[in-house]
């Protein structure tokens, strides 16, 4: 039981104002008995995985974590998952309210804060917590059945739940997910699509259906309804890059990369999960579509001269050997000693007919490493 005025608050956000503004609303309220503060999810984590914290007050936007990424580890984690969470947001719109409603959070207030707003929203969630509705108990104990791998008893507790609230999709997808967990795909697949019927907004229905269809080699299919969860919910960077990565399989190229460019603007490190996008449309020959993806990583990062290697190799597989040059350039700028790199910016000149600079080029590669034998060849191409 969560006593309100006794209860440890952790207040995250990385504005020092707004943590002491928050704090200052509680204290008029008389909620709560002890503070703790962070600057972002990260440092949250830290505190919650060495203090016993009753509630929880997060920013929606963050650098390191955001509030979203916070409340995931939360729910991956046994001891932290049923700490409630109060999510502050700036936003309203539908993007917003669907990934709340995904990331299943107790509640989100929007700013600028109240006192009103405050107190009514935590006194909701700790009501629910403290009084949980039959629902929510049966689910809770079907989640701890399926942690167990006793599905039978997931599902009759599943059942349980539907029949407390029949006019929510919520037990029945849950009841879906069990069957899917069970491997019986085909079950999963019936109950998963009772709840995309009966509620057009279910994320979670959609994106297990794709997953199910994408196992059945109905690929049409999979498209359709991971392209139907991005669509209720596009925020969720996981589930675009897997969306795309599908899409590029099918050759949707143009769709996939649009994916996987909303993806890289909401990720929480950009430049690693473009160069890993980058690295997927390359090993899949898509060379266009990765040079462009390693750009965005230069954009950030303009630094990073292995990076400008990897375009500059590409460029010269597409025989564009004009525009391969001004990155392998500036590469071996910073690796002056570097073979592989000189190798490319010897091609690079044989391909654009500039016979002193190929030679002299292949000369220095032969002066590091007399025994090249690509250097050899390529001397032999003039």
């Known amino acids: ?12 956000d990385d504005m020092e104002g707004m943590c002491k503004a928050i704090r200052g609303m509680l204290i008029v309220l008389n909620f709560g008995r002890e503070f703790f503060y962070a600057a972002n999810g990260q440092e949250a984590l830290s505190i919650l995985n060495r203090t016993a914290v009753d509630l929880v007050i997060s920013d929606w936007n963050m650098p390191t974590m955001t509030g979203v990424e916070l409340l995931a580890r ?8 049923d700490i409630p969470l109060v999510m502050v947001t700036a936003e309203a719109n539908k993007e917003i309210v669907a990934e709340a409603a995904e990331a299943e959070i107790d509640a989100y207030i929007l ?9 009514r929203k935590i006194t909701e969630v700790v009501e ?24 039978e008893s997931a599902a009759s507790e599943a ?37 995309a019927e009966m509620n057009h907004m279910d994320v979670f229905a959609f994106h297990y259906l794709g997953d199910i269809y994408l196992k059945s080699g109905r690929l049409d299919e999979a498209i359709q309804a991971f392209d139907q969860a991005v669509k209720i919910s596009p925020r969720h960077v996981g589930r675009a890059v897997d969306f795309g990565k599908l899409l590029l399989e099918q050759g949707l190229i143009e769709k996939a990369m649009g994916l996987f460019e909303r993806a890289a603007g909401l990720a929480e490190d950009r430049p690693a999960l473009l160069q890993e996008l980058a690295q997927i449309c390359r090993s899949k020959g898509y060379l266009e579509q990765a040079i462009k993806l390693f750009k965005g990583v230069l954009k950030d990062q303009p630094n990073r001269s292995e990076i400008k290697t990897q375009i500059g190799q590409l460029y010269v597989r597409l025989e564009k050997f004009d525009k391969a040059l001004p990155f392998l350039n500036e590469a071996i700028a910073v690796d002056q000693k570097n073979v592989a790199i000189k190798l490319l910016i010897a091609r690079c000149y044989i391909g654009l007919k500039q016979v002193g600079w190929a030679e002299r080029t292949i000369n220095e590669i032969l002066r ?15």
């Open 1 to 12: 039981m969560i006593d309100l005025r006794n209860m440890t608050v952790l207040i995250v």
């Open 74 to 81: 939360m729910k991956e984690d046994q001891r932290l998952r």
């Open 111 to 119: 700013k600028p804060i109240t006192v009103e707003a405050l107190g």
């Open 128 to 151: 629910r917590v403290n009084n949980p509705a039959p629902m929510q108990l049966h689910l809770k104990n079907a989640r701890q059945y399926v942690e167990a791998g006793d599905f």
């Open 159 to 195: 059942r349980l739940a539907m029949e407390a609230e029949p006019r929510s999709s919520k037990p029945i997808h849950e009841l879906g997910y069990i069957c899917y967990r069970a491997g019986d795909l085909k079950q999963a697949e019936v109950w998963l699509s009772m709840a």
């Open 368 to 382: 590091l490493d007399p025994d090249n034998h690509e250097a050899k060849e390529l001397m032999d191409l003039y």
